[in-house]
């Protein structure tokens, strides 16, 4: 039978991998690179290219809620610009853009977090 502490350690190891999802999800985005195999179009996100370069730490926070995830401001710092980097998007318009995808960014989502968590369990 396990002990509590063994159960509390699977508990973190799987939420530190949904983490490490997340951060490369979002780092995805950003980048506009789709990640790996056919990228984001083959989970019906079009257009993701539009996304590259307008992803914030408040964006990503914003977006990675909207997927069910909250992430501390630590994991948000990487998404930290220079305050003369200019947006193309607004934060609204970036809402709309995950909004009008979203199921295909839950696909991603799901799909991202099934490779990191199955890595680890």
Excluded: P
Aim: charged share 25%; proline share 0%.
């Amino acid at each position: 039978m396990a002990t509590r502490s063994t159960h509390m350690k699977r508990v973190n190891i799987q939420r530190s991998a949904e983490v490490a999802a997340m951060i490369d999800f979002l780092s995805d985005l950003d980048n506009g690179t789709g990640g790996d195999y056919d990228g984001f179009d083959s989970f019906g996100i079009e257009s993701s290219v539009q996304l590259r370069g307008q992803i914030n730490s408040y964006r990503a926070g914003k977006i990675a809620k909207l997927l069910g995830k909250n992430l501390n401001k630590n994991h948000l710092k990487r998404f930290i610009k220079k305050d003369c980097h200019n947006y193309s998007m607004t934060a609204k318009d970036v809402d709309d853009f995950v909004n009008s995808n979203l199921e295909g960014f839950m696909k991603y989502w799901d799909f991202s977090k099934s490779v990191y968590v199955g890595s680890v369990t």
